[in-house]
């Protein structure tokens, strides 16, 4: 059974800092891509930040170059999100995203971990 369990988020002040967890199980960890996207209210999801299947490489969407880092754990099966300089806007809920490109794409999502940037 594949199961992607996000863990970590919560309620912080602006310019606070939060790291979530996404912890895996039931498929090839190490073979997948890794994401982490967001969803605020009455917006669409978009897509936070990716993280190769070995580490290599990442890429961020542009509003949190520079604040947020995105890292893996193979040995963990667990893919992580340190948050820094939050703002306000960095509100909403964050899924987990796991996915392969093979012959088919395959992909994997987690149930959400609010986070909440308020004084």
């Known amino acids: 059974q594949v199961q992607l369990v996000e863990s970590g988020g919560g309620l912080v002040q602006p310019g606070g800092s939060l790291r979530l967890s996404c912890a895996a199980s039931g498929f090839t960890f190490s073979s997948y891509v890794m994401r982490w996207y967001r969803q605020a209210p009455g917006k669409e999801r978009e897509l936070v930040a990716a993280i190769t299947s070995a580490g290599i490489s990442t890429n961020y969407a542009d509003s949190v170059k520079g604040r947020f880092t995105i890292a893996r754990d193979n040995a963990k099966n667990t893919v992580y999100l340190q948050m820094n300089s939050l703002k306000r806007e960095d509100t909403a809920v964050y899924y987990c995203?796991?996915?392969?490109?093979?012959?088919?794409?395959?992909?994997?999502w987690g149930q959400g971990t609010q986070v909440t940037v308020s004084s």
């Open positions: 995203n796991a996915v392969q490109y093979t012959l088919r794409v395959v992909e994997y």
